[in-house]
Each structure stands twice: as structure tokens, then as C-alpha cells.
């Protein structure tokens, strides 16, 4: 990788996410997506048409070479697992959330990409949403005074397939590491105590044991609390939003909000991609670390515990 060259970055599992990384990549100016490993021949059909270079498996792909970095977007029950043989070959990875399904997990990718020396870095892409970046250094530069309640929204539209969500360590993982990342990343405190709480499950619930909607409680670090709320049958569309009180002033952000989202979400998966190749040509990683990731599920186990109490209750 020349220093003015885009990365060539390879796909590993072109699904949901795979293909809209696909598609909003194709806006970066610092990322080139090169190649991508899927094992549905139909999928690797589509994409060779498109020219780019597919592979049915990972090994293949790191036989072939010619890469510079690779995205994981494979099931979430797959993720250390590929980290752990693609940092092996010596590639950096931006890996999608969450990066395992359990605290080892998470520990385990972190420390293949270190004893590999390559780059981890989490898709945590709420971080690269301006109006949160502005947000955080408000709250960073004292706006809000003395924070003392951070409430988090993530309302979709339609629950995923219970193909997926059966994989996918359920609602409050799949769904709540993004709050637990975005509460940590904009206040800088852990998450310490977390109580969960799930709604009643309704006689057709899709997938057993894996609610359709949860509110989440929170003790910060520095004393502040924190309320998420996970919901899966959203009229409006998929929704994002937040508010903030702190003792000096109150924010209220809706950063993603139906349709009007979609650019939204497209333009900070870009600009997440462009942090990692700027991480590649040495400059500071802006990006979630393996530790960040390690953090949101170690937050999202704590309120699987509570959960688990509450059902045997
Ligand atoms: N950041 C976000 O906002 C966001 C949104 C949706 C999904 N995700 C994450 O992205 C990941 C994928 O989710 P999805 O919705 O795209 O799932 P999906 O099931 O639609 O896609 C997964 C793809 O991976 C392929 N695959 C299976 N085994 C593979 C292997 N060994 N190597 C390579 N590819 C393999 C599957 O054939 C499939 O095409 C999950 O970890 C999920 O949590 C993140």
C-alpha cells in the first residue's frame, strides 16, 4: 500500500451489512473494496459481475494475497474466530460490533490482533456521526456542567430474521452494545451496574428467550445514570436518538430518524473506514480499540445476567 493509495480491503461475509458496506464504500476516497469471501455461490455470482474478486472462504483469500485490510461483517458467532486467522496473516481488521459474543471473546480477538501487531479496530460507527462528534466535545469542554442523566434510544423498524437473531447473542448484544459503546465513547465513564427489564413475551415472539423490547438501567462510573431503550416495531423506521442533563444544560440529539437516517448512517460507515486507513498510515486510532469492544460486551453480559434473573424470578 503505496502512502497515497486507497486500501484495498476485502469483504468477509457480504449479508446485510457486507453489501451496505459495499455500497456506502464506494463513496470513500481512502478505501477500495477489492474483494470479498462469502461462501453463497449465488452472492459470490452477483459480485464477481460487478469485477471485483471473490473467494468461498477466508483461507482462499489469504492464499490469493493482493489485500491490504479486511471488514468482518460475517455472523457475530464467527467474528473471533476470523479475526483471530486474519490478524494471523498479518492484516489489519475493522471488525463489525460486537466482536464476539462473550467478555472472552472479545478478550481473545483483542489479543490475536496484538500478538499479531496488527491494527483492531471495532465498527462502532456512532462515533463518526457528526452531531454526536460535537456533542462530545460539548460535553467533554464542560457545556453540560455536571452530568447526571444520559438516556439512549434505539427504535427499528422490523426485528432481523430470526435466522439472524438466533446467531446474534440477542437484543440486548446485538442491539445494546451500540448504546453501551456510545455512553462510554461520549462520557467517558464505564458502565457499572446495569438492570435490565424486558417486556412480556407475546405468544408469537419469533425467537424464544430473545425479547422484542427492553429498557436498560445504568450506573456510570463518576456517578451519573443511564437509561437505554431497545425496541424492534418502530412505525416511524429505524430511530436513533439521545438526551443529555448534566447540571449546566440539556441536549437533545435525534440523529437517526427514518429514512432521513440512511445518509446519515452511510456517511459515518465512510468516514469510520476512511479513520482505519488513516490508522494504517500511522496516525492515532480514532476508531473503537478491541479494549472499546471488549467494554460494550462486558456492559451487554452484565445486563444478560440481570435478564437471566428476572426470567428465573
Ligand atoms: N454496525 C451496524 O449497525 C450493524 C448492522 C447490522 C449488522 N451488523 C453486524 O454485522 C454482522 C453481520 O450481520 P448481517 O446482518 O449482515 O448478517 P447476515 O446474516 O445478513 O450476513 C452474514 C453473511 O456472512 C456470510 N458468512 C457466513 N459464514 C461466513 C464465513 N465463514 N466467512 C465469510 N462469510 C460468511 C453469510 O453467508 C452471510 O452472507 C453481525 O455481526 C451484525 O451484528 C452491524
Not at 97 to 119: S, Y
Not at 220 to 234: D, E, I, M, N, P
Not at 266 to 291: C, K, M, N, S, Y
Request: contains cysteine.
Amino acid at each position: 500500500m503505496g502512502n497515497g493509495d486507497p486500501v484495498r480491503l476485502a469483504i468477509v461475509g457480504a449479508g446485510r451489512m457486507g453489501r451496505t458496506h459495499l455500497r456506502a464504500l464506494s463513496g470513500s476516497r481512502d478505501v477500495q473494496v477489492t474483494a470479498v469471501v462469502e461462501p453463497v455461490s449465488a452472492v459470490r455470482d452477483e459480485l464477481t459481475a460487478t469485477g471485483l474478486r471473490t473467494y468461498a472462504t477466508l483461507d482462499e483469500l489469504i492464499e490469493a494475497g493482493g489485500v491490504d485490510a479486511a471488514l468482518v461483517a460475517a455472523p457475530t458467532d464467527l467474528h473471533v474466530d476470523l479475526v483471530r486467522r486474519i490478524a494471523a496473516a498479518g492484516l489489519p481488521i475493522l471488525c463489525e460490533k460486537p466482536c464476539g459474543l462473550r467478555p472472552e471473546d472479545g478478550a481473545e480477538a483483542m489479543r490475536a490482533a496484538e500478538d499479531a501487531g496488527v491494527v483492531l479496530q471495532i465498527g462502532y460507527w456512532r462515533r463518526f456521526v457528526p452531531e454526536l462528534v460535537r456533542l462530545r466535545e460539548q460535553l467533554m469542554g464542560g457545556r453540560f456542567g455536571d452530568l447526571s442523566l444520559i438516556s439512549c434510544w434505539q427504535w427499528d423498524a422490523q426485528p432481523p430474521a430470526p435466522s439472524f437473531r438466533r446467531r446474534s447473542g440477542g437484543l440486548v448484544l446485538d442491539m445494546g452494545v451500540h448504546e453501551f459503546d456510545q455512553i462510554r465513547w461520549l462520557t467517558g465513564q464505564e458502565l457499572e451496574e446495569v438492570h435490565a427489564l424486558p417486556a412480556a413475551a407475546t405468544s408469537d415472539e419469533p425467537v424464544a428467550g430473545d425479547p422484542e423490547s427492553v429498557a436498560l438501567l445504568a450506573r456510570l462510573s463518576a456517578g451519573a445514570v443511564a437509561t437505554v431503550s431497545l425496541g424492534r416495531r418502530f412505525p416511524h423506521g429505524d430511530c436513533c436518538w439521545i438526551e443529555l442533563m448534566g447540571t449546566a444544560d440539556y441536549a437533545r440529539s435525534l440523529f437517526i430518524w427514518g429514512e432521513d437516517g440512511i445518509g446519515v448512517f452511510h456517511d459515518a460507515l465512510v468516514a469510520q473506514a476512511d479513520a482505519f486507513a488513516a490508522t494504517l498510515r500511522g496516525e492515532p486510532q480514532r476508531g473503537a480499540t478491541g479494549d472499546d469492544g471488549l467494554r460494550a460486551i462486558e456492559a451487554a453480559d452484565r445486563a444478560m445476567h440481570s435478564l437471566a434473573a428476572v426470567a428465573s424470578r
